[in-house]
Protein backbone atom coordinates (compact mmCIF):
# COMPACT_ATOMS: atom_id res chain seq x y z
CA UNK A 1 0.00 0.00 0.00
CA UNK A 2 0.98 3.18 -0.84
CA UNK A 3 0.87 6.29 1.83
CA UNK A 4 -1.06 8.10 -0.69
CA UNK A 5 -3.35 5.88 -0.93
CA UNK A 6 -4.30 5.43 2.53
CA UNK A 7 -4.20 9.19 2.97
CA UNK A 8 -6.58 9.43 0.41
CA UNK A 9 -8.76 6.72 1.71
CA UNK A 10 -9.63 8.57 5.21
CA UNK A 11 -9.30 12.01 3.85
CA UNK A 12 -6.83 13.13 5.03
CA UNK A 13 -3.93 15.63 5.06
CA UNK A 14 -0.24 14.04 4.99
CA UNK A 15 3.04 16.18 7.18
CA UNK A 16 6.59 15.36 8.08
CA UNK A 17 7.20 12.85 5.77
CA UNK A 18 6.18 11.25 1.70
CA UNK A 19 6.58 8.13 2.90
CA UNK A 20 6.09 5.37 5.41
CA UNK A 21 9.14 6.04 7.88
CA UNK A 22 10.02 2.21 8.36
CA UNK A 23 12.77 0.95 6.11
CA UNK A 24 10.73 -1.98 5.49
CA UNK A 25 7.37 -0.07 5.10
CA UNK A 26 4.22 -0.83 6.50
CA UNK A 27 3.47 -4.78 7.89
CA UNK A 28 -0.36 -4.15 7.66
CA UNK A 29 -0.94 -4.09 11.27
CA UNK A 30 -2.94 -1.43 12.59
CA UNK A 31 -2.22 -1.06 16.46
CA UNK A 32 -2.38 1.39 19.40
CA UNK A 33 1.21 3.46 20.48
CA UNK A 34 2.14 0.86 23.25
CA UNK A 35 1.74 -2.35 21.46
CA UNK A 36 2.99 -0.79 18.65
CA UNK A 37 6.23 -2.59 16.68
CA UNK A 38 8.51 -1.19 13.62
CA UNK A 39 6.37 -1.31 10.89
CA UNK A 40 2.97 -0.78 12.72
CA UNK A 41 0.55 1.97 11.83
CA UNK A 42 -0.91 4.02 14.78
CA UNK A 43 -4.34 5.21 14.84
CA UNK A 44 -4.82 7.81 18.12
CA UNK A 45 -7.84 10.40 18.27
CA UNK A 46 -4.79 13.10 19.46
CA UNK A 47 -1.45 12.67 19.99
CA UNK A 48 1.40 15.00 21.07
CA UNK A 49 4.37 15.84 20.41
CA UNK A 50 5.81 13.50 22.95
CA UNK A 51 3.26 10.94 21.38
CA UNK A 52 5.35 11.69 17.89
CA UNK A 53 8.61 10.87 19.34
CA UNK A 54 7.82 7.98 20.89
CA UNK A 55 6.77 6.46 17.21
CA UNK A 56 9.60 7.78 15.81
CA UNK A 57 12.17 5.70 17.82
CA UNK A 58 9.87 2.51 17.68
CA UNK A 59 10.17 2.96 14.23
CA UNK A 60 6.58 2.47 13.41
CA UNK A 61 5.48 3.25 9.90
CA UNK A 62 2.93 6.59 10.55
CA UNK A 63 0.36 7.83 12.76
CA UNK A 64 -2.75 8.69 12.30
CA UNK A 65 -4.37 11.22 14.28
CA UNK A 66 -7.59 13.52 14.22
CA UNK A 67 -6.65 16.01 16.87
CA UNK A 68 -2.49 16.87 17.14
CA UNK A 69 -1.80 18.94 20.07
CA UNK A 70 0.88 20.67 21.78
CA UNK A 71 3.90 20.42 19.10
CA UNK A 72 2.40 17.29 17.53
CA UNK A 73 2.93 18.66 13.75
CA UNK A 74 6.13 20.92 15.03
CA UNK A 75 7.53 17.30 15.79
CA UNK A 76 6.62 15.46 12.96
CA UNK A 77 8.41 17.95 10.94
CA UNK A 78 11.12 18.27 13.27
CA UNK A 79 11.90 14.51 12.94
CA UNK A 80 10.46 13.84 9.04
CA UNK A 81 8.55 11.56 10.60
CA UNK A 82 4.79 10.74 8.44
CA UNK A 83 1.76 11.76 10.18
CA UNK A 84 -1.81 11.73 8.84
CA UNK A 85 -4.63 14.50 9.57
CA UNK A 86 -8.29 12.92 9.38
CA UNK A 87 -11.48 15.58 10.41
CA UNK A 88 -12.95 11.66 10.38
CA UNK A 89 -10.75 9.22 12.69
CA UNK A 90 -14.01 7.22 11.96
CA UNK A 91 -12.62 6.63 8.53
CA UNK A 92 -9.17 5.77 9.44
CA UNK A 93 -10.66 2.59 12.13
CA UNK A 94 -13.05 1.53 9.12
CA UNK A 95 -10.26 1.26 6.65
CA UNK A 96 -7.86 0.04 9.21
CA UNK A 97 -10.79 -2.97 9.49
CA UNK A 98 -11.51 -3.90 5.95
CA UNK A 99 -7.64 -3.63 5.20
CA UNK A 100 -6.96 -5.95 8.01
CA UNK A 101 -9.82 -8.45 7.09
CA UNK A 102 -8.53 -8.73 3.36
CA UNK A 103 -4.88 -8.81 4.93
CA UNK A 104 -5.04 -11.38 7.27
CA UNK A 105 -8.78 -12.83 6.62
CA UNK A 106 -9.34 -12.94 3.68
CA UNK A 107 -11.01 -15.95 3.41
CA UNK A 108 -12.94 -15.62 6.36
CA UNK A 109 -17.39 -15.77 6.83
CA UNK A 110 -18.05 -12.17 8.45
CA UNK A 111 -21.37 -11.13 10.44
CA UNK A 112 -21.94 -7.56 11.61
CA UNK A 113 -24.62 -7.35 14.61
CA UNK A 114 -26.03 -3.93 15.69
CA UNK A 115 -28.95 -2.16 16.73
CA UNK A 116 -30.00 -0.62 20.31
CA UNK A 117 -30.71 -3.36 22.57
CA UNK A 118 -29.41 -7.74 22.65
CA UNK A 119 -26.07 -6.77 20.11
CA UNK A 120 -23.64 -8.18 22.58
CA UNK A 121 -25.51 -11.24 23.69
CA UNK A 122 -26.45 -12.06 19.69
CA UNK A 123 -22.73 -11.91 18.45
CA UNK A 124 -21.86 -14.08 21.49
CA UNK A 125 -24.03 -16.68 21.03
CA UNK A 126 -23.48 -16.39 17.34
CA UNK A 127 -19.88 -16.91 18.25
CA UNK A 128 -20.71 -19.90 20.63
CA UNK A 129 -22.90 -21.64 17.89
CA UNK A 130 -20.16 -21.54 15.53
CA UNK A 131 -17.01 -22.40 18.21
CA UNK A 132 -19.32 -25.17 19.59
CA UNK A 133 -19.81 -26.38 15.86
CA UNK A 134 -15.79 -26.68 15.87
CA UNK A 135 -15.19 -23.42 13.67
CA UNK A 136 -12.38 -21.05 14.04
CA UNK A 137 -14.35 -17.77 15.08
CA UNK A 138 -13.22 -14.12 16.40
CA UNK A 139 -15.85 -12.06 18.37
CA UNK A 140 -15.10 -8.38 19.31
CA UNK A 141 -18.00 -9.00 21.52
CA UNK A 142 -16.92 -9.28 25.28
CA UNK A 143 -18.86 -9.17 28.78
CA UNK A 144 -17.51 -5.92 29.80
CA UNK A 145 -18.01 -4.19 26.15
CA UNK A 146 -14.35 -3.04 26.11
CA UNK A 147 -14.39 -4.19 22.26
CA UNK A 148 -16.79 -3.06 20.44
CA UNK A 149 -16.86 0.37 20.17
CA UNK A 150 -14.82 0.47 16.56
CA UNK A 151 -13.72 4.06 17.64
CA UNK A 152 -10.25 2.96 17.66
CA UNK A 153 -7.98 0.05 16.20
CA UNK A 154 -8.99 -2.48 18.72
CA UNK A 155 -10.63 -5.24 16.83
CA UNK A 156 -8.12 -4.55 13.78
CA UNK A 157 -5.28 -5.81 16.53
CA UNK A 158 -7.48 -8.50 17.54
CA UNK A 159 -7.54 -9.84 13.66
CA UNK A 160 -4.40 -9.56 13.31
CA UNK A 161 -3.20 -10.93 16.31
CA UNK A 162 -5.60 -13.72 16.48
CA UNK A 163 -4.43 -14.83 12.80
CA UNK A 164 -0.65 -14.29 13.26
CA UNK A 165 -0.66 -16.25 16.44
CA UNK A 166 -2.89 -18.95 15.44
CA UNK A 167 -3.75 -19.98 12.13
CA UNK A 168 -6.59 -18.60 9.84
CA UNK A 169 -10.20 -17.91 11.17
CA UNK A 170 -13.62 -19.65 9.39
CA UNK A 171 -15.38 -16.68 10.78
CA UNK A 172 -15.68 -12.99 12.02
CA UNK A 173 -18.74 -12.05 14.10
CA UNK A 174 -18.38 -8.27 14.65
CA UNK A 175 -20.35 -5.96 17.17
CA UNK A 176 -21.07 -2.58 16.18
CA UNK A 177 -22.33 0.38 17.92
CA UNK A 178 -25.58 1.55 16.20
CA UNK A 179 -24.21 5.20 17.72
CA UNK A 180 -21.33 6.05 18.07
CA UNK A 181 -19.12 9.35 19.01
CA UNK A 182 -16.18 10.80 20.51
CA UNK A 183 -16.02 13.89 23.00
CA UNK A 184 -19.91 14.44 22.53
CA UNK A 185 -19.31 14.61 18.70
CA UNK A 186 -21.85 11.83 16.69
CA UNK A 187 -19.67 9.93 14.49
CA UNK A 188 -22.09 10.69 11.50
CA UNK A 189 -23.15 6.92 9.79
CA UNK A 190 -20.99 5.18 12.44
CA UNK A 191 -23.17 1.50 11.80
CA UNK A 192 -23.11 1.82 7.92
CA UNK A 193 -19.36 2.27 7.76
CA UNK A 194 -18.09 0.11 9.99
CA UNK A 195 -21.01 -2.82 8.67
CA UNK A 196 -19.35 -1.76 5.22
CA UNK A 197 -15.51 -2.31 6.07
CA UNK A 198 -16.68 -5.97 7.45
CA UNK A 199 -17.83 -7.29 3.85
CA UNK A 200 -20.68 -9.27 6.15
CA UNK A 201 -22.36 -12.32 4.60
CA UNK A 202 -25.20 -12.12 7.28
CA UNK A 203 -26.36 -9.07 9.09
CA UNK A 204 -28.55 -8.83 11.98
CA UNK A 205 -30.33 -5.38 13.10
CA UNK A 206 -31.65 -6.09 16.75
CA UNK A 207 -33.74 -3.24 17.01
CA UNK A 208 -33.93 0.38 17.12
CA UNK A 209 -34.83 2.43 20.53
CA UNK A 210 -33.30 5.41 22.47
CA UNK A 211 -30.24 5.33 23.94
CA UNK A 212 -27.26 7.55 23.68
CA UNK A 213 -28.65 10.68 24.55
CA UNK A 214 -26.59 13.96 23.85
CA UNK A 215 -24.77 12.23 20.43
CA UNK A 216 -28.88 11.46 18.85
CA UNK A 217 -31.68 13.46 20.82
CA UNK A 218 -34.60 11.32 18.70
CA UNK A 219 -35.42 8.48 17.90
CA UNK A 220 -35.84 9.59 14.13
CA UNK A 221 -32.11 10.59 14.77
CA UNK A 222 -31.59 7.16 16.29
CA UNK A 223 -33.15 5.30 12.65
CA UNK A 224 -31.14 7.50 10.57
CA UNK A 225 -28.22 6.52 11.90
CA UNK A 226 -28.85 2.63 11.09
CA UNK A 227 -31.16 3.30 7.71
CA UNK A 228 -27.99 2.85 5.51
CA UNK A 229 -27.05 -0.61 7.67
CA UNK A 230 -28.73 -2.69 4.87
CA UNK A 231 -27.13 -0.63 1.96
CA UNK A 232 -23.79 -1.08 3.82
CA UNK A 233 -24.54 -5.12 3.93
CA UNK A 234 -25.52 -5.08 0.49
CA UNK A 235 -26.24 -8.66 -1.28
CA UNK A 236 -25.44 -10.47 2.21
CA UNK A 237 -28.44 -11.41 4.36
CA UNK A 238 -30.01 -9.56 6.60
CA UNK A 239 -31.69 -10.49 9.76
CA UNK A 240 -34.60 -8.29 10.83
CA UNK A 241 -36.60 -7.71 14.01
CA UNK A 242 -40.22 -8.52 12.66
CA UNK A 243 -41.58 -7.03 15.63
CA UNK A 244 -39.86 -3.75 15.74
CA UNK A 245 -42.06 -1.07 13.90
CA UNK A 246 -38.60 1.02 12.98
CA UNK A 247 -36.79 -1.91 11.88
CA UNK A 248 -39.66 -3.18 9.33
CA UNK A 249 -38.99 0.49 7.86
CA UNK A 250 -35.79 -0.36 6.62
CA UNK A 251 -35.08 -1.40 2.77
CA UNK A 252 -33.40 -4.90 2.71
CA UNK A 253 -32.27 -6.39 -0.13
CA UNK A 254 -32.26 -10.16 1.17
CA UNK A 255 -34.01 -9.88 4.33
CA UNK A 256 -34.44 -13.11 6.55
CA UNK A 257 -37.28 -11.95 9.78
CA UNK A 258 -37.48 -13.26 13.67
CA UNK A 259 -40.57 -12.68 15.61
CA UNK A 260 -42.00 -13.53 18.95
CA UNK A 261 -44.79 -14.40 16.82
CA UNK A 262 -45.87 -16.63 13.99
CA UNK A 263 -44.96 -15.29 10.29
CA UNK A 264 -45.77 -16.67 7.03
CA UNK A 265 -42.66 -15.81 5.17
CA UNK A 266 -40.28 -19.04 4.22
CA UNK A 267 -37.24 -16.84 5.40
CA UNK A 268 -38.41 -16.96 9.06
CA UNK A 269 -37.49 -18.17 12.39
CA UNK A 270 -40.26 -17.32 15.05
CA UNK A 271 -41.77 -18.14 18.78
CA UNK A 272 -45.18 -19.57 19.36
CA UNK A 273 -46.82 -21.46 21.85
CA UNK A 274 -43.71 -22.35 23.67
CA UNK A 275 -41.03 -23.28 20.41
CA UNK A 276 -38.89 -21.96 18.09
CA UNK A 277 -40.01 -22.50 14.65
CA UNK A 278 -38.41 -22.42 10.91
CA UNK A 279 -39.68 -23.96 8.22
CA UNK A 280 -42.97 -25.43 9.74
CA UNK A 281 -40.51 -27.51 11.93
CA UNK A 282 -39.92 -27.01 15.86
CA UNK A 283 -36.57 -26.66 16.51
CA UNK A 284 -36.44 -25.93 19.61
CA UNK A 285 -38.72 -25.96 22.97
CA UNK A 286 -38.59 -23.03 25.32
CA UNK A 287 -37.21 -25.44 27.81
CA UNK A 288 -33.80 -25.55 25.56
CA UNK A 289 -33.28 -22.29 26.13
CA UNK A 290 -30.98 -20.62 28.03
CA UNK A 291 -32.82 -17.36 28.23
CA UNK A 292 -36.40 -17.38 29.49
CA UNK A 293 -37.77 -13.52 29.02
CA UNK A 294 -39.22 -12.45 25.85
CA UNK A 295 -36.65 -10.08 24.73
CA UNK A 296 -33.84 -12.51 25.07
CA UNK A 297 -35.62 -15.14 22.72
CA UNK A 298 -35.50 -12.11 20.70
CA UNK A 299 -31.54 -12.30 20.65
CA UNK A 300 -31.81 -16.07 20.52
CA UNK A 301 -34.19 -16.04 17.33
CA UNK A 302 -31.30 -13.57 15.52
CA UNK A 303 -28.44 -15.91 16.57
CA UNK A 304 -30.30 -18.50 15.47
CA UNK A 305 -31.38 -16.64 12.16
CA UNK A 306 -27.83 -15.55 11.60
CA UNK A 307 -26.69 -19.15 11.79
CA UNK A 308 -29.34 -20.93 9.32
CA UNK A 309 -28.28 -17.69 6.90
CA UNK A 310 -24.69 -18.71 7.17
CA UNK A 311 -25.87 -22.59 5.99
CA UNK A 312 -24.96 -23.92 9.66
CA UNK A 313 -26.42 -27.79 10.58
CA UNK A 314 -29.24 -27.27 12.35
CA UNK A 315 -28.29 -30.06 14.63
CA UNK A 316 -25.42 -27.69 15.28
CA UNK A 317 -27.49 -24.69 15.84
CA UNK A 318 -29.32 -26.77 18.39
CA UNK A 319 -26.32 -27.83 20.22
CA UNK A 320 -25.04 -24.11 20.65
CA UNK A 321 -28.10 -23.31 21.51
CA UNK A 322 -28.80 -25.48 24.41
CA UNK A 323 -25.06 -25.26 25.51
CA UNK A 324 -24.77 -21.33 25.68
CA UNK A 325 -23.77 -19.85 28.96
CA UNK A 326 -24.80 -16.48 28.48
CA UNK A 327 -22.19 -12.80 28.65
CA UNK A 328 -22.18 -11.14 32.77
CA UNK A 329 -24.68 -8.79 33.63
CA UNK A 330 -27.29 -10.23 30.73
CA UNK A 331 -29.58 -11.52 33.10
CA UNK A 332 -27.01 -13.43 35.41
CA UNK A 333 -28.49 -15.48 38.50
CA UNK A 334 -26.43 -14.50 41.21
CA UNK A 335 -28.06 -16.16 43.85
CA UNK A 336 -30.76 -18.86 44.92
CA UNK A 337 -32.37 -17.49 48.26
CA UNK A 338 -33.07 -14.48 47.60
CA UNK A 339 -33.01 -14.94 43.68
CA UNK A 340 -30.79 -12.35 42.79
CA UNK A 341 -30.95 -11.50 38.86
CA UNK A 342 -27.80 -8.82 37.44
CA UNK A 343 -28.72 -7.04 34.14
CA UNK A 344 -26.91 -4.59 31.94
CA UNK A 345 -30.02 -2.86 31.33
CA UNK A 346 -29.04 0.64 30.69
CA UNK A 347 -31.61 2.35 28.64
CA UNK A 348 -35.08 2.66 28.17
CA UNK A 349 -36.29 -0.78 26.18
CA UNK A 350 -33.85 -2.59 27.80
CA UNK A 351 -34.93 -1.41 31.62
CA UNK A 352 -39.08 -1.85 31.08
CA UNK A 353 -38.20 -5.30 29.01
CA UNK A 354 -36.10 -6.52 32.19
CA UNK A 355 -38.73 -5.49 35.14
CA UNK A 356 -41.54 -7.16 32.85
CA UNK A 357 -39.79 -10.35 32.51
CA UNK A 358 -38.46 -10.57 36.25
CA UNK A 359 -42.26 -9.42 37.22
CA UNK A 360 -43.63 -12.97 35.71
CA UNK A 361 -41.26 -14.81 38.27
CA UNK A 362 -42.99 -13.66 40.76
CA UNK A 363 -45.56 -15.61 42.72
CA UNK A 364 -48.27 -13.95 45.02
CA UNK A 365 -47.18 -12.41 48.16
CA UNK A 366 -43.56 -12.10 46.66
CA UNK A 367 -41.56 -8.72 46.35
CA UNK A 368 -39.26 -7.73 43.46
CA UNK A 369 -36.78 -5.89 45.78
CA UNK A 370 -35.60 -3.20 42.29
CA UNK A 371 -31.87 -1.83 43.09
CA UNK A 372 -30.84 0.16 40.16
CA UNK A 373 -27.72 2.50 39.85
CA UNK A 374 -27.80 5.97 38.27
CA UNK A 375 -25.89 6.21 35.02
CA UNK A 376 -23.08 8.46 35.99
CA UNK A 377 -21.26 11.25 33.46
CA UNK A 378 -24.05 10.53 30.71
CA UNK A 379 -26.19 12.99 31.28
CA UNK A 380 -29.30 14.35 32.52
CA UNK A 381 -31.57 13.20 29.43
CA UNK A 382 -31.06 9.39 29.69
CA UNK A 383 -31.30 9.11 33.27
CA UNK A 384 -34.49 10.90 33.03
CA UNK A 385 -35.57 8.48 29.99
CA UNK A 386 -34.30 5.56 32.08
CA UNK A 387 -36.03 6.71 35.55
CA UNK A 388 -39.21 7.03 33.27
CA UNK A 389 -39.13 3.95 32.34
CA UNK A 390 -38.37 2.60 35.55
CA UNK A 391 -41.97 4.51 36.68
CA UNK A 392 -44.07 3.32 34.00
CA UNK A 393 -42.83 -0.25 35.07
CA UNK A 394 -43.57 0.05 38.70
CA UNK A 395 -46.54 -1.66 40.44
CA UNK A 396 -47.38 -2.34 44.33
CA UNK A 397 -44.86 -5.27 44.19
CA UNK A 398 -41.44 -3.36 43.92
CA UNK A 399 -39.39 -1.87 46.24
CA UNK A 400 -37.24 0.90 44.66
CA UNK A 401 -33.75 1.70 45.92
CA UNK A 402 -31.07 3.68 43.78
CA UNK A 403 -27.19 3.84 44.19
CA UNK A 404 -25.08 6.38 42.97
CA UNK A 405 -22.35 3.64 43.46
CA UNK A 406 -19.52 6.76 44.35
CA UNK A 407 -17.40 3.62 46.27
CA UNK A 408 -16.99 2.01 42.91
CA UNK A 409 -17.02 4.02 39.83
CA UNK A 410 -14.35 6.34 38.68
CA UNK A 411 -14.25 9.85 37.43
CA UNK A 412 -15.65 8.82 33.84
CA UNK A 413 -18.95 7.32 35.44
CA UNK A 414 -19.40 9.60 38.67
CA UNK A 415 -22.99 10.19 38.90
CA UNK A 416 -23.37 14.48 38.72
CA UNK A 417 -26.01 16.11 41.04
CA UNK A 418 -28.56 16.96 38.35
CA UNK A 419 -28.28 13.12 37.10
CA UNK A 420 -29.05 12.75 40.45
CA UNK A 421 -31.51 15.08 41.13
CA UNK A 422 -33.81 13.96 37.84
CA UNK A 423 -34.17 11.17 39.34
CA UNK A 424 -35.56 12.01 42.03
CA UNK A 425 -37.65 14.79 40.73
CA UNK A 426 -39.31 12.15 38.48
CA UNK A 427 -39.55 9.92 40.91
CA UNK A 428 -41.45 12.15 43.40
CA UNK A 429 -43.76 13.97 40.89
CA UNK A 430 -45.45 10.15 40.08
CA UNK A 431 -45.15 9.34 44.31
CA UNK A 432 -42.82 6.54 43.57
CA UNK A 433 -41.30 5.65 46.82
CA UNK A 434 -37.23 4.72 46.70
CA UNK A 435 -34.19 4.47 49.18
CA UNK A 436 -30.78 5.97 47.48
CA UNK A 437 -27.53 5.01 48.74
CA UNK A 438 -24.23 6.96 48.26
CA UNK A 439 -22.43 3.57 48.63
CA UNK A 440 -23.23 0.63 45.56
CA UNK A 441 -21.94 -1.71 48.80
CA UNK A 442 -24.46 0.15 51.49
CA UNK A 443 -26.89 -0.78 48.59
CA UNK A 444 -27.35 -3.91 48.44
CA UNK A 445 -26.22 -4.62 52.00
CA UNK A 446 -29.06 -2.89 53.33
CA UNK A 447 -31.26 -4.76 50.50
CA UNK A 448 -30.12 -8.01 50.89
CA UNK A 449 -31.03 -7.88 54.75
CA UNK A 450 -34.56 -6.79 54.29
CA UNK A 451 -35.43 -9.12 51.49
CA UNK A 452 -37.01 -12.56 52.49
CA UNK A 453 -36.88 -15.87 50.84
CA UNK A 454 -38.87 -15.90 48.15
CA UNK A 455 -38.46 -12.50 47.35
CA UNK A 456 -36.69 -11.28 44.04
CA UNK A 457 -33.71 -8.93 43.80
CA UNK A 458 -33.41 -7.62 40.37
CA UNK A 459 -29.77 -5.37 39.73
CA UNK A 460 -29.74 -3.26 36.62
CA UNK A 461 -27.61 -0.49 35.20
CA UNK A 462 -24.39 0.19 33.52
CA UNK A 463 -20.90 0.65 35.13
CA UNK A 464 -22.41 1.55 38.32
CA UNK A 465 -23.49 -1.99 38.54
CA UNK A 466 -21.07 -3.73 37.39
CA UNK A 467 -18.96 -4.53 40.30
CA UNK A 468 -22.31 -5.87 42.35
CA UNK A 469 -21.47 -9.59 41.96
CA UNK A 470 -18.26 -9.29 43.97
CA UNK A 471 -19.88 -6.97 46.28
CA UNK A 472 -22.25 -9.92 47.01
CA UNK A 473 -20.02 -12.27 47.40
CA UNK A 474 -18.64 -10.46 50.58
CA UNK A 475 -22.03 -9.73 51.80
CA UNK A 476 -24.26 -13.41 50.85
Keep these: MDIYDLVDAINGELIGNVDFFSIDGFTGKFTFLNDSHTGDIVIRHWINADGVEIAFNKNIACLI ?48 VTGTNGKSTTSHLIYHILNNAGHRVLT ?28 DLDYLVIEVSEVQGWLGNLMENHAALMSEAVNPKVGVITNIAMDHIGLVNSIDEVFDEIKAVPDAIGDGICVLNHDDELVMKLSAKNPFYISMNELSEDNAVYFNEDKVIYGNEIILTIDDLPFKGNHFIQNILSAVAACISLGIDMDDIVEGVKSYKPLNRRFAKLNDEPLIFDDFAH ?38 LNVEAIVESMNDNIELSLSSSNDVVNDLNYVEDEERKVFFDVLNENNIEYTHYDNLKDCLSEVYKKSQNGDIILLIGAQGMDPAESLLKDII
Design 65 to 112: TQTPKDGAIEMAKKLSFPLIITDNIELANAYALSHTIKKFSPDSTNVV
Design 140 to 167: NTDSESEFNTLIDPMVSKLISDEVTENG
Design 347 to 384: NPDGIKSTISETIKLLKPNQKLHLVCAIRGSRGVEINK
